[in-house]
């Protein structure tokens, strides 16, 4: 029942992504870590808003904090507010070319992550580095990639609203 009704590819989708964000890589490519997390949400909340929305985000978001090991809320609430404009606009978005949707993915990682960096500032005085947003260029590079595969793994596992 769960395979048809599509729900255990998204958390295989999920699991992968959480695992991505947190698997070790070489130093010197550490700070160009794509966000694989945010990249993944914003794949199903495009391709899936009906099914995938702000419960899910929620729930994805503190198992992120969790994982992280941050306070609790900090990537909850970025996720979220990260998510929002994509659920909102899904329909304006799956029409833009690659280019474009990649475009739209930086800027709602940007704001993201300097919600992130903030909330650490405020409440842990972390300390900002421009390495800190080196991601966002590779996610943008990573877009067309990810939205490629995950609509590929959607259709195979016929994964529906």
Known sequence: MWIKSGLIPLLISYL????????PMPVFLEAWR???L???????VIALPHRVGIGSVLILGLVADILMGTVFGIYATALLVM?????????????????QQSVIVA?????KRVIVYELEHILN?????LAYLYPVISSAI???????ILRKYRRHYLVRE
């Open 142 to 148: 990573a877009w067309p990639w990810v939205f490629l």
């Open 107 to 111: 800027l709602l990682i940007l704001v």
């Open 83 to 99: 998510a929002y404009p994509a659920i909102r606009h899904f329909q304006r978005i799956r029409n833009y070319s690659f280019t």
């Open 38 to 44: 945010s990249l993944v949400i914003l794949y199903w």
């Open 16 to 23: 992968v992504a959480l695992i991505l964000m947190v698997m």
């Open 125 to 129: 005085d972390a300390v900002f580095n």
């Open 34 to 36: 794509p966000d694989w």
